[in-house]
Each structure stands twice: as C-alpha cells, then as structure tokens.
C-alpha cells in the first residue's frame, strides 16, 4: 500500500560557522571559518588580476607552481604530499585563484608553501615550455566544441570591446609567452593589495589568522593595481547566427541584465531566475524538455562577475528544431516578464534556492569557495543570513516586477551557433538575424 508523501518540514535558518578576520600589514586580507566535519583545511586565495594579458594570464597560472629557487616541482609536490596536501591554480578575467587543502597538521607548512610560491616562483624554461604547447593543444581542442564556440561567441555579443568579451587565448598567442615575460608578470600583478585568503577547517581561527600571517606577512606589498571598467547595458538586437556548417546541432544561448548581490533586487531576481530556468523544475525544462523533447538540460543562471552580473541561457538541440526551441525559449521569457508568477511555483522555488544554500555550507571545500566568491563582491559570509530573510520573504509581486525588469525577450542578446544554411530559412521567417558578417 502506498503512503503519502510526508508534508515539507520549514525552512531551517541557516547556522554560519564561527570566523574570524585580519588584514595584514602588506594589504592581505585573512578570513578563517571553523568547520569540524573532517581533519581537513581548505585554503582559496583570491588576488585581483584585471586586465591581464588573457595569454599570459593562462600560462602563468598554469606555471606558477613549477618550482622556485628551494623547490623544484617535483619537490613541491613531494612536500604538499607530505601534508596530505595539494595546491593548484587558474585564472579568469577577474581573479587568480590559488586553491588547495591539506590535513589541519599540516596548515602551518601549506601556508609556507603558498607563500614560498607568491614570493619565488622562477617559472623554469623547461616547464613553461612544456605547459606552453599542452596549452596551445587545450585551447586548439577547445576551439573544436560547440559549448566553447557558443560561449565566446556569446561573451563577444554581450560585452563587445569590454575586457570580458574575450576570456580564452589563441593558440599562436600562447605559444609566444617567454618565462621572463611571466616572471615580469608576477612581480607586477601577483601581490597582497586587495588579495583575499579564506581558510577553511577544523582548527580555531584565531590560530589560522596567525599562521597566515606567520607565513605570509613577508609578501611584498608593492605592485600595480588594475580595475575593470563596468560592463555594458546588454543590448537586444537580432539574433546572432554563427555559422559551423555540418552540425547536427545548435547551440541557444542567451544573455539578459542581471544584478549584483548587493542590490536590492537581487533575491527576488534569484528566484524569477529559478521559476523560469534554474533548476529541473523550472518552467523552461518543462517546456522544451519534459513537453516537446527539444533538449536534455537546458538551464539559465546568474553570473556575478566583478564589473558586472548576467543571467546566461542555455540550452543544445538537434538542428531540425532550432527555430521552434529559441521561440519557445523566447516565449517562456515573455511569459515570465509578462504576466504573475504562480504562488505555488515561487513557493517551490523558494524552498530550492534556500535548501541549496544550506548545501553551500555544507562541506569545507563548498563553504571556502562561497567565502572567496563573495569576498569578490566586497561581502562576508554574515550576508547569506539577510540574503535568505529576503528570499524567504519575497512577495509574487516583488518577482513579478522584477522578472519584468530582466527577463522580457526585448532585452535578450541571442546567440545560435549552427549549420547556417540549414537553419537559415526557419529562423529568419522569425527573427532578424546577423550572420556577424558585416
């Protein structure tokens, strides 16, 4: 005999960890959170890299940890290994990130490791040439696949001449990069002004801030500080038609205005976001996923990045329905935009996009990578709790409004990247259409 399914218990406030925080004399920025789960610590440290050379930028996260003037890589690994440890890096227009972990033991001799690294990184001809041409064959493979091609072609459509509009380098561009060149970039761009570090683990934070500042005091405070200029008004427009003849299908992405989370229209925005695309039980998988099979996961986010925030739309389907998809996709949005959302479905939603900030906090790794991310906007992880209040309390006709705002097809910049002479025909019969060729 089936039972009922139980009724959904109420939202549980969030519980935020213990932290504690310092800035160092060199400009550095510690965060610590006490997180007892597991004999682990996770570090993140977040330092500015605006306006970087995107090449140089690349390679020079991807060399940083070859070695310095003590430690060869292989005795860098071999160290970290030592402390049940790992260290890695990566760059984006906004941020370098150096990320790692290692048992609570090992905190003190993880944290000398990292600033052996920002302080005496030589970047070995061997091994920059070595990443160098893994680099170039990456980024080539890369260059290959529609997620990356819609995606480049999306950023070029959103921010036109802004820094964001190109995120990954050419081949030919990599493999130009010298070691001088990424030591010179070091020294000017890889310092302590307005870097971040969050740590993360089972260790008091009063003791993680001091050896933070134990191991990282000596970093060099000098160095060039860079900030982005905000990114564009997104701008509608005809839709983009980028040409790669012979698919068998077509990549729909959309770029719609977005707000920062300090904005007060954010957490109503976080949920219109989430009835119209968000999650499995948005009104865009239901539509051109669950009803017309058009596609497997389409999906629409916010991103937050430092100059600016965006809601990106996504979804890949056969190249038969290419025209059908985007217009039920564009229907959805005008749906949205235009009339009240459903007090049931916001309720629905409400519930997920409080429960997963729940899930945020819930593992080490999870919680040093919302810290980092939001110490990118100038926030601290005391946020969340107003940010949930707000989502908990938001009304349908606060969404509403503001999925007017965001969400209307008029301000939508579409990309579709596909066999042009076999979609050509249906989707101009509906959208005005740039073929880029101009």
């Known amino acids: 005999m089936s039972r009922p399914v139980p009724a959904l218990t109420p939202a549980r406030k969030l519980k935020l960890p213990r932290t504690a925080e310092r800035t160092l004399a060199n400009g550095l920025t510690v965060i610590a959170a006490r997180r007892p789960a597991v004999p682990l610590v996770e570090l993140r440290l977040r ?39 790992h260290l890695g890096a990566s ?60 995606r480049a072609a999306l950023n070029r459509r959103v921010y036109g001449r802004h820094p964001y509009a190109n995120q990954t380098a050419e081949p030919a561009q990599v493999a130009a990069v010298r070691p001088t060149v990424l030591r010179s970039l070091h020294a000017e761009r890889v310092h302590p002004a307005g870097s971040v570090l969050v740590i993360v683990g089972d260790v008091p934070p009063t003791k993680a801030l001091d050896a933070a500042e134990a191991a990282l005091s000596s970093w060099n405070g000098g160095g060039k500080t860079v900030e982005l200029p905000p990114v ?13 003849p012979g698919s068998v299908q077509s990549s729909l992405r959309i770029g719609l205005p977005a707000v920062g989370r300090t904005d007060p229209d954010h957490a109503a925005l976080q949920l219109a976001n989430l009835v119209f695309g968000g ?20 999906r629409s986010a916010i991103e937050h990045s430092t100059a600016g925030s965006a809601i990106v739309v996504s979804a890949d389907v056969a190249t038969e ?15 949205l935009a235009s009339t009240p959302v459903g007090a049931d479905e916001l309720e629905q939603a409400r519930r997920y996009g409080i429960g997963t900030l729940q899930l945020s906090l819930a593992t080490q790794a999870g919680l040093a990578g919302l810290m980092s991310s939001l110490a ?11 940010h949930a209040e707000r989502m908990a309390s938001a009304t349908t006709e606060q969404v509403s409004a503001v999925a007017a705002r965001y969400f209307a097809p008029a ?24 073929d880029g060729e101009d």
Do not use: C
Request: aromatic share 6%; charged share 20%; no cysteine.
């Open 321 to 335: 329905v290419t025209t059908p998809a985007l217009v039920e996709t564009w229907y959805e949005l005008g749906r």
């Open 376 to 386: 990118g906007s100038g926030l601290r992880l005391d946020w969340l709790t107003g």
């Open 232 to 244: 564009p008004p997104i701008d509608g427009g005809p839709v983009l038609l980028a040409d790669r």
């Open 47 to 85: 330092i500015p890299f605006a306006k970087t050379n995107v090449a140089r930028g690349m390679l020079l996260a991807e060399t940083l940890l070859s070695g310095t003037s003590e430690l060869s890589n292989v005795e860098l690994s071999a160290q970290l290994q030592r402390i049940g440890g």
């Open 91 to 150: 760059a984006d227009p906004d941020r370098l990130l150096l990320g790692g972990a290692a048992l609570t033991s090992g905190l003190p001799r993880l944290l000398e490791l990292l600033g052996l690294v920002l302080t005496d990184a030589v970047y070995p001809a061997g091994e920059v040439a070595a990443e160098r041409d893994r680099l170039a064959d990456q980024i080539q493979v890369a260059k290959t696949q529609p997620a990356y091609l819609a």
């Open 279 to 298: 999650y499995f039980s948005s009104r865009l998988v239901e539509n051109i996923r669950e009803d017309k099979g058009y596609t497997y996961s389409p």
């Open 411 to 434: 301000r939508a910049a579409t990309v579709v990247l596909g066999d042009a002479k076999v979609v050509t025909p249906s989707l101009s019969a509906v959208f005005p259409i740039d």
